[in-house]
């Protein structure tokens, strides 16, 4: 009878161990699971996530033209200037080839004697606008003009006598395939492969740098600097 009853006793114990064992397995599993499935998810190319919708813009060449007036701090004057394109503005891709033309003079703000006013140099500089953020402002074209001509260091404007330039873009400029390639993308880079890459625009800056002497100044070397600076957007739905 004794030996019954150890009998039954230590079938019962090999059964809790037996399930106790069977749990702790059944556990580590899925722990093991969870764990493989938190791993893949961190693993997940940046490539695969939804780029977020571009911003609203305004389309400054839409029409083809744009005036803007400039103020410049502290001065009697400001910059009139005009920008125009000859090409349609709705074939702009950051790919193609694209040059912007512009004609710059001075308006009076103010009934004075106006100073004399020199265009020391112009830089201009253009950027992708893109949701991506390995993409958004990247450089695509960079262009300075000293347009010094004579004794004088720099070219005269004023209300009646323009500084005209123009700033080129090449096609498929080597900033964006070098950048392209440097991320890895599939190439070559196409249009359409940037409008899904989120370009959504094209970004150009002008900064002037002025000389200005006044009037009324003696001193013909009496020259001082004033920085300006203007942006103008292009929208690229097309990339």
């Known amino acids: 009878m ?26 580590d599993s899925s722990s093991t699971s969870d764990m493989t499935t938190v791993t893949g998810e961190s693993l997940l190319s940046p490539a695969a996530a ?13 029409q083809g033209s744009a005036h803007r007036s400039i103020e410049v701090p502290g001065e009697t004057f400001e910059l009139s200037v005009d920008y125009w394109i000859t090409t349609d503005p709705a074939a702009w891709t950051t790919l193609n080839a694209k040059t912007v033309y512009s004609s710059t003079h001075t308006t009076p703000v103010a009934d004075s004697v106006q100073p004399t006013i020199l ?29 010094a001509t004579g004794a004088l260091p720099g070219y005269v404007v004023d209300s009646n006598l323009p500084y005209e330039g123009l700033f080129s873009i090449d096609a498929r400029s080597q900033q964006i395939l070098g950048r392209w390639s440097e991320l890895g993308r599939p190439g070559p880079v196409s249009t359409a492969e940037l409008a899904a890459a989120g370009v959504y625009a094209n970004e150009i800056t002008v900064t002037y740098s002025l000389l200005i002497r006044g009037a009324t100044e003696t001193d013909s070397a009496a020259w001082h600097r004033r920085l300006v600076q203007d942006t103008i957007t292009v929208g690229t739905p097309n990339g």
């Open 50 to 62: 939804v780029l977020p919708p571009a911003p609203p813009i305004t389309n400054d060449l839409a």
């Open 119 to 147: 265009v020391e140099y112009t830089e201009t500089t253009a950027l992708i606008r893109s949701t991506d953020v390995d993409l958004d402002g990247q450089e695509i074209a960079n262009h300075r003009d000293s347009p």
């Open 2 to 27: 004794k030996r019954y009853v150890r009998t039954i006793c230590g079938l019962v114990m090999a059964a809790v161990l037996l399930s106790a064992c069977t749990s702790g397995t059944e556990s």
